[in-house]
């Protein structure tokens, strides 16, 4: 989290951190620092995002929704305030930011994986975070987005153990997420261009799969398709375990929700 705040002080006006009442030196970092603190229960990301907007009384014309564990490169920081300024009165509200993903201490390049493209950046007003227990994004109320031409850093330096717990998690999320907006339609979101392709993707192509083979068939497309070989023994590792361990947790979770409702019907 140091490194994220750090990362954005040259640019920022105001920083908060978001806190659910950790029992660990998140708050006083992050005081030493400069921030200024909330708390609120973790419910999910989007809520506690949503929170803090609606209880923070924000001044500035742009804000920035940024992971502990994402990091602004100093160019990427340069063009951000470059943006800013420059389109304060145009139609560009909003900003996407490329992200170079960290595994295993490794760079990941392939496998689809690189760029990881995130619109982190909105004017206030002109945009809003959608409310979902997972893959939430920010989403345009009207203009343009652009994306930035320097690449940022996700770097999670937590092992295997933290991965596995975080992703247990999230999988239970996706599946709330899978049955209260699998079967909406879409049509009148205006995601960027990046959120909106892997969506599509998501709900209209590989939820369309059997469930129990889109795993398998997803690792391959990533892997092999998508040449995350290239990246070696840890591009091999974070395929297998994004495909056959997150990806198949979810479908295990979705089915055993299934039966859960079809048994309450009986």
Same mark, same amino acid.
């Given at each position: 989290m140091a490194n994220a705040i750090n990362s954005v002080l040259p640019i920022s006006k105001r920083i908060v951190v978001v806190d659910s009442y950790s029992t660990d030196k998140t708050v006083d970092i992050a005081k030493s620092l400069g921030a200024d603190i909330l708390q609120n229960p973790f419910e999910n990301q989007a809520k506690q995002f949503i929170y803090a907007l609606n209880t923070l009384d924000i001044k500035t014309t742009w804000i920035m929704r940024l992971d502990a564990d994402e990091i602004i490169s100093k160019n990427a920081a340069k063009e951000i305030e470059e943006l800013c300024l420059t389109n304060i009165n145009t139609d560009i509200n909003g900003i996407v930011v490329r992200f170079e993903v960290n595994f295993l201490g490794r760079k990941l390049r392939h496998g689809?994986? #690189?760029?990881? /493209?995130?619109?982190?950046?909105? @004017?206030?007003?002109k945009g809003y975070m959608e409310d979902r227990e997972m893959d939430e994004h920010i989403v345009l109320s009207e203009g343009k987005s652009v994306e930035l031409k320097h690449d940022s850093f996700h770097r999670d330096y937590k092992d295997l153990n933290a991965w596995i717990d975080k992703h247990n998690k999230y999988s239970s999320r996706e599946v709330e997420d899978y049955f209260t907006c699998a079967d909406k339609s879409e049509n009148d979101i205006k995601l960027n261009k990046s959120a909106k392709i892997k969506r599509y993707i998501k709900l209209k192509i590989y939820y369309k799969l059997p469930l129990g083979t889109r795993a398998h068939l997803y690792y391959i497309y990533r892997y092999y398709f998508k040449l995350?070989?290239?990246?070696?023994?840890?591009?091999?590792?974070?395929?297998?375990?994004?495909? #056959?361990?997150? /990806?198949?947790?979810?479908?295990? @979770?979705i089915l055993e929700k299934r039966n859960s409702i079809n048994e309450r019907k009986i």
């Open positions: 689809g994986i #690189y760029p990881f /493209r995130k619109m982190i950046i909105y @004017k206030k007003n995350g070989f290239l990246d070696g023994k840890e591009g091999k590792i974070f395929a297998f375990m994004q495909a #056959y361990w997150y /990806r198949f947790l979810v479908d295990a @979770k």
